[in-house]
């Protein structure tokens, strides 16, 4: 190849050279070589422009219910009834909880707490990183639509044995070789095996990026609900401490009752009782709130030596919390998004299967300089080239293709059916958090009416134990009843906040897949 490279020029291309020379040795090929050239580049444009082989993607159906089971509580917003009767298609923004959802409590400390999950926790921090590594494969796929071109220098000194077999005095034994060239190699995507790719490896980026939003929306769960914990579990040691100042109180007096002869050393007895008792339980509630601190502080990624979160009584507002509609959990809640995108991607995955079946075609290209001597290195006659293409066609494999072509889509079918699971486990959820939220509420309303009723029972027991008229075992028969009626108000309480963090969550908190990349 490089003879007829010399037989075609035969002055170097950096030498001067008449016009008229150059039209002479170029009018004949040029026209035929740039019609090649063009005739070849049109065909693989429209090659590579075909439809990939395999099924493109189409979400899978979901008869989604036109209403919530449950209405919830007087805290949950339901939607507004539809115009004409008939809902709007769902859209990720109306009628739901946005960005910041935990701010709709109100809570400055708790909105310093959560805002220091997106930029300190390494558990999401590990979870972005994951993304970034699939959004990176994205590109590596996305690189195979383009060809690579490479470059080689290589200055050579040779020498030849002067004992070889068909050694000539009369030809050197040491000489260089100088080569500089340049290779470029392609594979056109004629079928979609590359389109397939990137498809596949898009939707499994978009699925970690879910995934990352996952983790992230059940850190701020988490760090709400054992918020609201911990000051529900302030609200308890404030009652545990009013309690144990009453009882200490009670105790004072039946002691002087005792001196005073009213009263029996059984009586002093069970004021003591009750009152270490209640002094117990202040104790460990304080370990429980300790844990619940550590806890907080461990998502917020902070030092637990010198964290600490002041004394606080739970005393906020329950929020109004709208549930929007039931077509919009779709398109709010992470972990469906997750199953969705992998979907996706084991959709691909067929369509890279069945390209399998097709040939392999890849072109290549070579040009460059050769030469023995560094004044004739880079001139016309030391030039050198050469065009190819190679096409590969498996012709037996004893059944593998279709083997994995059939496992792709069953892969497909199985990841549907995880999909329509994820979306029906997400309406059993927010149904779960809907009715817990309307128990609650009822079981509280009771529950007051219970504990009004307690402290008028108490009362009465105290003033006929002051008259002399019944024994102590009344008054103290009646004042656990009261503390247990008070401690489960307050526990009730403290269940709501959680049971409303957990609708927020089951609700996909402010997140829809309008954010996914």
Same mark, same amino acid.
């Given at each position: 190849?490089?003879?007829?490279?010399?037989?075609?020029?035969?002055?170097?291309?950096?030498?001067?050279?008449?016009?008229?020379?150059?039209?002479?040795?170029?009018?004949?090929?040029?026209?035929?070589?740039?019609?090649?050239?063009?005739?070849?580049?049109?065909?693989?444009?429209?090659?590579?422009?075909?439809?990939?082989?395999?099924?493109?993607?189409?979400?899978?159906?979901?008869?989604?219910?036109?209403?919530?089971?449950?209405?919830?509580?007087?805290?949950?917003?339901?939607?507004?009834? %539809?115009?004409?009767?008939?809902?709007?298609?769902?859209?990720?923004?109306?009628?739901?909880?946005?960005?910041?959802?935990?701010?709709?409590?109100?809570?400055?400390?708790?909105?310093?707490?959560? &805002?220091?999950?997106?930029?300190?926790?390494?558990?999401?921090?590990?979870?972005?990183?994951?993304?970034?590594?699939?959004?990176?494969?994205?590109?590596?796929?996305?690189?195979?639509?383009?060809?690579?071109?490479?470059?080689?220098?290589? %200055?050579?000194?040779?020498?030849?044995?002067?004992?070889?077999?068909?050694?000539?005095?009369?030809?050197?034994?040491?000489?260089?070789?100088?080569?500089?060239?340049?290779?470029?190699?392609?594979?056109? &995507?004629?079928?979609?095996? @590359?389109?397939?790719?990137?498809?596949?490896?898009?939707?499994?980026?978009?699925?970690?990026?879910?995934?990352?939003?996952?983790?992230?929306?059940?850190?701020?769960?988490?760090?709400?609900?054992?918020?609201?914990?911990?000051?529900?579990?302030?609200?308890?040691?404030?009652?545990?401490?009013?309690?144990?100042? &009453?009882?200490?109180?009670?105790?004072?007096?039946?002691?002087?009752?005792?001196?005073?002869?009213?009263?029996?050393?059984?009586?002093?007895?069970?004021?003591?009782?009750?009152?270490?008792?209640?002094?117990?339980?202040?104790?460990?509630?304080?370990?429980?709130?300790?844990?619940?601190?550590?806890?907080?502080?461990?998502?917020?990624?902070?030092?637990? %030596?010198?964290?600490?979160?002041?004394?606080?009584?739970?005393?906020?507002?329950?929020?109004? @919390?709208?549930?929007?509609?039931?077509?919009?959990?779709?398109?709010?809640?992470?972990?469906?998004?997750?199953?969705?995108?992998?979907?996706?991607?084991?959709?691909?995955?067929?369509?890279?299967?069945?390209?399998?079946?097709?040939?392999?075609?890849?072109?290549?290209?070579?040009?460059?300089?050769?030469?023995?001597? %560094?004044?004739?290195?880079?001139?016309?006659?030391?030039?050198?080239?050469?065009?190819?293409?190679?096409?590969?066609?498996?012709?037996?494999?004893?059944?593998?293709?279709?083997?994995?072509?059939?496992?792709?889509?069953?892969?497909?079918?199985?990841?549907?059916?995880?999909?329509?699971?994820?979306?029906?486990?997400?309406?059993?959820?927010?149904?779960?958090?809907?009715?817990?939220?309307?128990?609650?509420?009822?079981?509280?309303?009771?529950?007051?009416?219970?504990?009004?009723?307690?402290?008028?029972?108490?009362?009465?027991?105290?003033?006929?134990?002051?008259?002399?008229?019944?024994?102590?075992?009344?008054?103290?028969?009646?004042?656990?009843?009261?503390?247990?009626?008070?401690?489960?108000?307050?526990?009730?309480?403290?269940?709501?906040?959680?049971?409303?963090?957990?609708?927020?969550?089951?609700?996909?908190?402010?997140?829809?897949?309008?954010?996914?990349?």
């Amino acid at each position: 190849m490089r003879l007829s490279g010399a037989r075609k020029h035969r002055q170097p291309i950096c030498s001067p050279c008449p016009a008229a020379f150059c039209r002479r040795q170029d009018s004949s090929r040029r026209p035929r070589r740039m019609g090649c050239v063009l005739t070849l580049s049109l065909v693989l444009v429209l090659l590579t422009g075909c439809k990939p082989v395999g099924p493109n993607y189409q979400r899978p159906s979901y008869n989604v219910p036109p209403s919530y089971k449950e209405t919830g509580a007087s805290s949950v917003v339901p939607p507004p009834n %539809p115009p004409g009767g008939a809902w709007n298609p769902a859209n990720p923004s109306d009628g739901m909880v946005k960005g910041k959802w935990w701010e709709i409590y109100g809570d400055p400390a708790l909105n310093r707490l959560e &805002d220091r999950i997106a930029t300190t926790n390494v558990q999401l921090r590990q979870a972005l990183e994951t993304y970034y590594a699939a959004r990176d494969q994205v590109a590596v796929a996305r690189a195979n639509f383009y060809p690579t071109v490479s470059a080689q220098l290589s %200055p050579t000194e040779l020498k030849y044995s002067a004992n070889e077999p068909l050694y000539n005095k009369a030809n050197p034994t040491i000489f260089s070789d100088l080569l500089i060239q340049g290779q470029a190699s392609w594979e056109p &995507d004629f079928f979609g095996r @590359i389109r397939r790719t990137v498809e596949q490896a898009r939707a499994n980026a978009q699925a970690t990026a879910a995934q990352a939003a996952n983790v992230d929306l059940g850190l701020q769960a988490e760090m709400a609900s054992d918020y609201f914990e911990l000051r529900g579990l302030d609200s308890q040691i404030q009652f545990l401490r009013d309690t144990v100042a &009453d009882l200490e109180r009670q105790f004072q007096l039946t002691q002087q009752r005792l001196a005073g002869g009213v009263a029996t050393a059984v009586d002093v007895a069970q004021a003591e009782t009750e009152l270490e008792t209640v002094r117990a339980q202040l104790v460990d509630a304080g370990v429980a709130r300790a844990q619940f601190e550590h806890a907080i502080g461990t998502i917020a990624n902070l030092s637990l %030596p010198s964290f600490n979160i002041p004394f606080s009584p739970l005393n906020l507002p329950l929020p109004k @919390i709208p549930t929007g509609v039931p077509s919009q959990l779709l398109e709010r809640r992470p972990d469906i998004a997750i199953q969705e995108r992998l979907t996706d991607a084991a959709n691909a995955q067929i369509g890279i299967a069945v390209s399998a079946f097709y040939p392999s075609i890849s072109l290549g290209a070579t040009g460059g300089f050769q030469s023995t001597s %560094p004044g004739t290195w880079i001139q016309g006659p030391s030039s050198l080239w050469s065009l190819g293409a190679q096409a590969t066609e498996l012709l037996f494999d004893a059944g593998q293709r279709h083997a994995l072509t059939d496992q792709a889509r069953h892969a497909y079918e199985a990841q549907v059916a995880g999909y329509r699971n994820t979306v029906f486990q997400a309406f059993e959820d927010v149904e779960d958090q809907l009715s817990s939220l309307r128990i609650l509420e009822q079981e509280a309303t009771v529950e007051q009416v219970a504990v009004a009723s307690a402290q008028r029972s108490f009362n009465l027991s105290n003033q006929r134990y002051r008259g002399g008229v019944t024994s102590y075992l009344e008054v103290l028969t009646a004042e656990q009843t009261l503390l247990q009626d008070q401690s489960t108000a307050i526990s009730l309480e403290t269940r709501q906040f959680a049971a409303s963090v957990g609708l927020v969550r089951s609700l996909g908190g402010g997140w829809d897949v309008t954010q996914l990349p």
